[in-house]
């Protein structure tokens, strides 16, 4: 059974830094495509970054673009996310999120591409 747990979450301030860390098991991790989506309260679920099982291909939400970079270390089973120049409309719950091995650049940063999430780490940032 596919397992991902979020950390890293927490309160920080407009301007501020953060790295989540999702932890990955019951699957080889290295062959499967990973990504992070966000929900904010009454807003749509956003889908923020992806990269493939290699690393070599990313993809992120114009919304995050040169603030955040996604990562992940294959000898861990962990993918990151790191958050740099937070704003208040970072706010929101960030999922871990896992697909197949497959990248179609038009349809990685679709939910409905991803089969397993985890539960989720709250990040707010304060203004």
């Known amino acids: 059974q596919v397992q991902l747990v979020e950390s890293g979450g927490g309160l920080v301030q407009a301007g501020g830094s953060l790295r989540l860390s999702c932890a990955a098991s019951g699957r080889t991790f290295k062959n499967y495509r990973m990504g992070w989506v966000r929900q904010a309260p009454g807003k749509e679920r956003e889908f923020v970054a992806a990269?493939?099982?290699?690393?070599?291909?990313?993809y992120y939400a114009d919304s995050v673009k040169g603030r955040f970079t996604i990562s992940r270390d294959n000898t861990k089973n962990t993918v990151y996310l790191q958050m740099n120049s937070l704003n208040t409309e970072d706010t929101a719950v960030y999922y871990c999120?896992?697909?197949?091995?497959?990248?179609?650049?038009?349809?990685?940063?679709?939910?409905?591409?991803?089969?397993?999430w985890g539960q989720g780490t709250q990040v707010t940032v304060s203004s």
């Open positions: 990269i493939s099982g290699g690393g070599s291909s990313t």
């Open positions: 999120a896992s697909g197949s091995p497959v990248w179609i650049a038009t349809m990685v940063g679709r939910g409905q591409a991803y089969d397993y």
